[in-house]
């Protein structure tokens, strides 16, 4: 008998939903399940057909309610780091994903769920989300990029207190505070998503992948260099079929048709 697959991968016309298939646990994270959503990423990044991705979680209790503390409290030093770099570099490459990704976050996001959350580009709330970083009541901190995430959403003075107190917040504080791009019934969550990312891939799919690049690469570059960055990827683009498509469609007042290149 085939185990059941802990991610689920869904090709809806362009957009690919990814699903955390842990619903018993609330769709928990351990060491399989980041491999696994690291895995989905990697074979979706160079997929043609595929212009956006929604990440989301199975069930209507939780997007990924945390961590999986039966794994964590296994750690010592040295495994506590392998498991910090694990979910770090998967949930790193998701950040730098050349194509844009929307958490569809139903029910609970807390810990390492509120972490992978942050690192997509976009996020869709249901009206029962509730997101937090508790870790600091286990004794320990979020180690999957959430101290560093966090603070760059919604400023550091609130990061630190979610941080230090451990309490959630709701999905309307979440708006509140810019964390998520709308909040939403929880029956509508994948289709209010869907419609999200839609908006963005009928854009020039090239011009989409340059502006986060630019977005992301700011965040850790000096203003000179950020602007010279952003010039140059400026400049590619004007080099783009995809840039006379886009501009000889709005004056001829139609519909551009992008084809990426």
């Known amino acids: 008998m085939t185990d059941t ?20 646990k609330l769709n928990a994270l351990n060491g399989a399940v980041i491999d696994a959503i690291g895995r989905a ?22 997007f990924v309610a945390g961590a999986d503390i039966a794994e964590l409290v296994k750690m010592d030093g040295l495994t506590g780091v392998a498991t910090s770099r694990q979910g770090q570099v998967v949930f790193s490459a998701i950040e730098s994903f050349p194509k844009p990704v929307v958490a569809a976050v139903g029910g609970y996001s807390l810990g390492g769920g509120c972490e992978v959350a942050l690192a997509c580009h976009l996020r869709v ?23 560093i995430r966090l603070a760059r959403l919604i400023g550091l003075g609130r990061a630190v207190e979610m941080t230090l107190t451990g309490d959630p917040i709701k999905a309307d504080r979440a708006l509140e505070l810019g964390l998520v791009s709308a909040v939403v019934p929880r029956d509508e969550l994948l289709d209010r998503s869907k419609k999200l990312l839609r908006r963005i891939t009928r854009n020039g799919p090239v011009a989409v992948r340059a502006a986060l690049e630019s977005i992301y690469g700011a965040l850790d570059a ?26 000889s469609a709005f004056l001829e007042k139609r519909t551009p048709e992008f084809h990426g290149r």
């Open 5 to 24: 697959p802990l991610v689920l991968v869904d090709i809806d016309d362009e957009i690919a939903v990814v699903t955390i298939n842990r619903p018993d």
């Open 41 to 62: 990423f990697d074979e979706l990044r160079d997929d043609d057909a595929v212009r956006g991705v929604i990440l989301t979680g199975a069930g209507e209790k939780a």
């Open 125 to 147: 709330a249901s009206e029962n989300a509730l997101f937090g970083l508790p870790e600091v009541g286990l004794g320990i901190i979020p180690g999957y990029g959430g101290t």
């Open 222 to 247: 000096s203003s000179d260099q950020a602007h010279t960055f952003e010039s140059s990827l400026f400049g590619l683009l004007a080099s783009t079929a995809d840039m006379k498509e886009g501009m």
